[in-house]
């Protein structure tokens, strides 16, 4: 297939319908939208688990060569028990996105704790997946208030375009592998 262009960009975001399919919820809304990412990295530690902490972080895809991203972040307002971070990244090539997918398939296994420095929650990563494609772990929150909290991550090389997701809810599964699937 030809490579994508920025244009199509948006048309790869899943719907607010689509997202409460995939996560079981009802009333998931798009809080925020952007078109470059965003940078946490003061906010947790160590620093080599920024990539399975959050979806679209600067510093992870900083000189890979991407040229253009578009992310949304949703979740239940009336309740938050559930979030969402999309996000789709372009590379003018597939070697580019395949080069990046393959740097990340190598970085992920590196993360196994972390925290989270503003509210000093402790995460725990779980087995990482590398199937088809997709990579896909989970965190948990130690020490959560019940019913807990977790996030699903999942990251997918399809053509010139990595697929960025990041789930989070009290039982996040594969959420995220099934919106990055999708």
Aim: some cysteine.
């Amino acid at each position: 297939p030809r490579p994508l262009v920025e244009r199509e960009l948006a048309g790869l975001l899943l719907s607010p319908e689509q997202v409460n399919a995939a996560m079981s919820a009802t009333g998931m809304t798009v809080t925020n939208t952007q078109t470059s990412m965003s940078d946490n990295s003061a906010t947790m530690a160590p620093q080599e688990c920024l990539a399975i902490d959050g979806a679209a972080e600067a510093p992870v895809y900083a000189n890979s060569g991407f040229r253009a991203e578009r992310d949304q972040s949703l979740n239940d307002v009336d309740h938050f028990t559930r979030y969402l971070k999309q996000a789709v990244v372009l590379f003018p090539i597939v070697e580019q996105a395949g080069a990046f997918f393959d740097a990340s398939a190598q970085q992920w296994p590196a993360c196994h704790q972390y925290t989270h420095t503003q509210s000093e929650s402790q995460w725990s990563v779980g087995q990482i997946s590398n199937a088809n494609g997709t990579l896909s772990t989970t965190a948990t929150q130690q020490n959560a208030s019940a019913p807990g909290w977790g996030c699903g991550r999942a990251l997918a090389l399809r053509n010139n375009v990595i697929i960025d997701v990041n789930t989070c809810s009290a039982n996040p599964a594969d959420s995220a592998l099934k919106i990055a699937e999708q």
